[in-house]
């Protein structure tokens, strides 16, 4: 979910030992329809996640987004959550984080891993960079027939 919603690794990882009380929650993440509501993931036309405050939430207000879904499963949000539900449910994960205890270290292993297999130097790569990538790879993929507006 860190990918599709543009998050800092504070927002849904435990970074060394320490949480923040703003990380993404199981109860605050569900597959919604298209009028935004609760529904099950085989209905689901998107997914939408509440996020307690973050980094530069001053006021602890809090937002809620989301993300609608892509017909192709590998820039799916709704493809994803259910993969990651799938996983929590394998490993008898309980948590009340959507993540678990996955920590940012764990998350960073994986695109300097990917970096390392195709002959790039790793130290180039981190889970910021996957927040400053998104967005460009988001504008690459953008369904045809969409306008941007401005």
Known sequence: ?????????????K???TRHFYCLKRKNVFFSDSNG????????????????????????RGAWRTMHKSE??????????KDILWAREEVADDSI????ETTSADVATAPKATATSAGVSAANYSTHSIRIGAPQRFLQVKPVGYRSSG
């Open 1 to 13: 979910m860190g990918f599709f919603f543009l998050l800092r690794r504070s927002e849904y990882l």
């Open 15 to 17: 970074i060394g030992s």
């Open 37 to 60: 509501r609760p529904t099950t993931g085989v209905a689901a036309t998107s997914v939408t996640i509440g996020l307690e405050g973050s980094k530069n939430d001053q006021y602890g």
């Open 72 to 81: 192709d499963p590998i820039i799916c949000p709704v493809a994803a959550l």
């Open 97 to 100: 984080f959507l993540c678990g």
